[in-house]
């Protein structure tokens, strides 16, 4: 069974950074896509960044040059080093883990930034 924690979140003013990570325990496949989705009140679910147990990375087009992706494979752990951080970045944020096509989800972590 896999198991993701999250850590990091919290309240923020605009312009600030946070880091997020996530850490995955149990039964994982050494070929693994981890990344972070937001979820902000009356809205859909969506990507912000995943990267692949290779090294490959992928933001959303609202966060690049902003937010920074990176994971430790032994420790099976990711990151989200998040700055110049906006209102509109203020969300739910969930760790995800997809090993062949199965999707894994942390608890969330609330992101607010807010003056």
């Known amino acids: 069974q896999v198991q993701l924690v999250e850590f990091g979140g919290g309240a923020v003013q605009p312009g600030g950074s946070l880091r997020l990570s996530c850490a995955a325990s149990g039964s994982i496949f050494s070929n693994n896509i981890m990344g972070w989705y937001r979820q902000a009140p009356g809205k859909q679910r969506e990507l912000v960044a995943a990267a692949t147990t290779g090294g490959s990375t992928n933001y959303a087009d609202s966060v690049k040059g902003r937010f920074t992706i990176s994971r430790d494979n032994a420790k099976n752990t990711v990151y989200l080093q998040m700055n110049s951080l906006k209102p509109d970045d203020t969300a739910v944020y969930y760790c995800?883990?997809?090993?062949?096509?199965?999707?894994?989800w942390g608890q969330g972590t609330q992101v607010t930034v807010s003056s």
């Open positions: 995800n883990l997809r090993v062949v096509y199965v999707d894994y």
